[in-house]
């Protein structure tokens, strides 16, 4: 079993930056693919960043350039910087680890972009 907490979401105004957090505890964090999910109000869930057990990342479009995914291993922790914030990036925010035969969620963190 593994758990997962969010944390870093909050309120900030556009062109503004913000770092989440995903810590991880209860498997072997290394064999686990993670990515961040975000969800608004009224849409479907949106896969925005993934790394590999290998470092290797994607991104949908919206983000590229943008957002920035990473892990460190050594500390079991998944992180996503976001800078240059857009009001279209308000969400509940997502972590999870997937090993692909199943796969495990945090709670989510609310980031808000607004004047």
């Known amino acids: 079993q593994v758990q997962l907490v969010e944390s870093g979401g909050g309120s900030v105004q556009p062109g503004g930056s913000l770092r989440l957090s995903c810590a991880a505890s209860g498997g072997v964090f290394m064999f686990y693919d993670m990515e961040w999910y975000r969800q608004a109000p009224g849409k479907q869930r949106e896969l925005v960043a993934s790394?590999?057990?290998?470092?290797?990342?994607n991104y949908v479009d919206s983000v590229k350039g943008r957002f920035t995914i990473s892990r460190d291993d050594a500390k079991n922790m998944a992180y996503l910087q976001m800078n240059s914030l857009k009001p279209e990036d308000t969400a509940v925010y997502y972590c999870?680890?997937?090993?692909?035969?199943?796969?495990?969620w945090g709670q989510g963190t609310q980031v808000t972009v607004t004047t």
């Open positions: 999870r680890a997937d090993r692909g035969y199943y796969d495990f």
């Open positions: 790394i590999t057990t290998s470092g290797s990342t």
